[in-house]
């Protein structure tokens, strides 16, 4: 019956019939099928700080968590993250009641989105985006705005053109969805770019939710600067934060959202309909992982610069256009450089031709020719894993 019912009505609601299977699910069954090095999709291939790992074990072992915790999430993850944001960026936040703990930042997007939204409202996000984005907005029933960030190749990074964010805002604008560190480019948002968008949100009186769970992701001169610390955000601004990509262990899935107490309850109302709660065990960990010292992130940090460059190298010598990341664990790339302009054929056939998988950038845009010759790499992996990839790449060059 081809996916349709007896009276050919089809199966899936229209808001969702452009998504199908996620594009990570793809090329992560493609790994698998070819025994191929998957950096594709954006985990690490070793877990995180052994304290952390043992906080959950006693916790499921002390029978914290084992049953429902609190809808909110556990009290002493609320306060960490709390804490957490004060220590970091000055952000003050009541963890009872501005703090709201998520099955990851997948669902805390979700259900802020969910929460926040009417039908026929317009959101403006920064393009290439992460696909949850879109299909939260259609679950909405919104509409996305698209605003591209331009590849700079003098500069080998990504860039927010200011003019287009303000010429893209209508009346119906209602929120702008802003991601910075950036995934996929690894862009990271200046000072001066923030302050441009924290003015048009004021002026336009509109919401903003801003994705940062790279935050502790940043290289170089790179800044992270929270959205909500600028003058007249935080009362307009919902924050989204992750464990998985700051302690690496992205199956945990503990995410949180800050913000007023009037958009936390909002959110919450949503979330509780999604998966009321989640990772019971785990939430007691991630608030010690929160209290780690000022040397992890450091640290942590650090590694993820050093792979980023042994990457980087490798794909350069492979012969791709590499564009530096200044955040988040990820390597943009074109293919140009090959005579290729197809990236998710280049995708699809990378495998069988080095034995390595990568993400085509053109499902993170609504114009897939806006990406048409940029895929992604990453470089979340332990040094022989990306050696390996390298030696591999370079077969291309040949």
């Given at each position: 019956m081809n996916g349709m019912t007896s009276s050919s009505r089809p199966l899936l609601n229209r808001r969702l019939a452009e998504f199908g299977t996620t594009i990570f699910a793809e090329m992560s069954a493609l790994a698998a099928a070819t025994g191929s090095i998957n950096l594709g999709q954006g985990f690490p291939d070793t877990d995180g700080p052994e304290e952390v790992r043992e906080a959950a074990v006693?916790?499921?072992?002390?029978?914290?968590?084992?049953?429902?915790?609190?809808?909110p999430g556990v009290p002493e993850l609320r306060t960490a993250i709390a804490a957490h944001q004060a220590r970091r960026y000055g952000l003050s936040y009541d963890p009872d009641t501005e703090v709201l703990v998520t099955a990851g930042a997948t669902e805390a997007i979700a259900?802020?989105?969910?929460?926040?939204?009417?039908?026929?409202d317009e959101v403006v996000a920064l393009e290439p985006y992460?696909?949850?984005?879109?299909a939260c907005i259609a679950m909405a029933g919104a509409t996305r705005v698209p605003v591209t960030l331009r590849p700079?190749?003098?500069?080998a990074r990504f860039r927010l053109d200011l003019d287009e964010l303000?010429?893209?805002?209508?009346d119906r604008t209602r929120l702008l969805l802003i991601n910075t560190p950036h995934n996929p480019t690894g862009t990271v948002l200046t000072r001066e770019e923030l302050t441009a968008i924290a003015a048009l949100a004021v002026e336009r009186d509109l919401l903003v939710v801003?994705?940062?769970?790279?935050?502790?992701l940043v290289f170089d001169e790179a800044e992270h600067i929270p959205l909500a610390t600028l003058p007249g955000?935080?009362?307009?601004?919902?924050?989204?934060?992750?464990?998985?990509?700051?302690?690496?262990?992205?199956?945990?899935?503990?995410?949180?959202?800050?913000?007023?107490?009037?958009?936390?309850?909002?959110?919450?109302?949503?979330?509780?309909?999604?998966?009321?709660?989640?990772?019971?065990?785990?939430?007691?960990?991630i608030a010690e992982a929160l209290r780690l010292p000022d040397a992890y992130f450091d640290n942590f940090r650090a590694d993820l610069r050093r792979k980023r460059d042994l990457l980087g190298d490798g794909l350069r010598a492979a012969g791709f256009e590499v564009y530096q990341p200044q955040g988040t664990y990820f390597i943009t790339t074109d293919i140009?450089?090959?005579?290729?302009?197809?990236a998710y054929a280049f995708c699809r056939a990378l495998p069988e031709r080095c034995g390595v998988v990568a993400i085509p950038n053109s499902v993170f845009y609504d114009d897939p020719d806006a990406g048409r010759s940029q895929i992604r790499f990453t470089f979340c992996k332990s040094d022989d894993v990306l050696h390996e990839a390298a030696s591999r790449l370079r077969r291309l060059a040949f």
């Amino acid at each position: 019956m081809n996916g349709m019912t007896s009276s050919s009505r089809p199966l899936l609601n229209r808001r969702l019939a452009e998504f199908g299977t996620t594009i990570f699910a793809e090329m992560s069954a493609l790994a698998a099928a070819t025994g191929s090095i998957n950096l594709g999709q954006g985990f690490p291939d070793t877990d995180g700080p052994e304290e952390v790992r043992e906080a959950a074990v006693r916790a499921l072992r002390d029978g914290r968590g084992n049953q429902y915790p609190p809808g909110p999430g556990v009290p002493e993850l609320r306060t960490a993250i709390a804490a957490h944001q004060a220590r970091r960026y000055g952000l003050s936040y009541d963890p009872d009641t501005e703090v709201l703990v998520t099955a990851g930042a997948t669902e805390a997007i979700a259900a802020t989105l969910l929460a926040l939204l009417e039908p026929g409202d317009e959101v403006v996000a920064l393009e290439p985006y992460y696909d949850s984005y879109a299909a939260c907005i259609a679950m909405a029933g919104a509409t996305r705005v698209p605003v591209t960030l331009r590849p700079d190749p003098e500069h080998a990074r990504f860039r927010l053109d200011l003019d287009e964010l303000r010429d893209a805002l209508t009346d119906r604008t209602r929120l702008l969805l802003i991601n910075t560190p950036h995934n996929p480019t690894g862009t990271v948002l200046t000072r001066e770019e923030l302050t441009a968008i924290a003015a048009l949100a004021v002026e336009r009186d509109l919401l903003v939710v801003t994705d940062e769970v790279y935050e502790h992701l940043v290289f170089d001169e790179a800044e992270h600067i929270p959205l909500a610390t600028l003058p007249g955000m935080r009362e307009r601004t919902v924050t989204i934060g992750s464990a998985g990509k700051t302690f690496s262990f992205t199956g945990w899935k503990v995410g949180w959202v800050t913000s007023t107490q009037e958009l936390v309850t909002a959110a919450r109302t949503a979330k509780q309909y999604l998966t009321y709660v989640s990772a019971g065990p785990f939430q007691y960990a991630i608030a010690e992982a929160l209290r780690l010292p000022d040397a992890y992130f450091d640290n942590f940090r650090a590694d993820l610069r050093r792979k980023r460059d042994l990457l980087g190298d490798g794909l350069r010598a492979a012969g791709f256009e590499v564009y530096q990341p200044q955040g988040t664990y990820f390597i943009t790339t074109d293919i140009t450089p090959f005579g290729e302009k197809d990236a998710y054929a280049f995708c699809r056939a990378l495998p069988e031709r080095c034995g390595v998988v990568a993400i085509p950038n053109s499902v993170f845009y609504d114009d897939p020719d806006a990406g048409r010759s940029q895929i992604r790499f990453t470089f979340c992996k332990s040094d022989d894993v990306l050696h390996e990839a390298a030696s591999r790449l370079r077969r291309l060059a040949f």
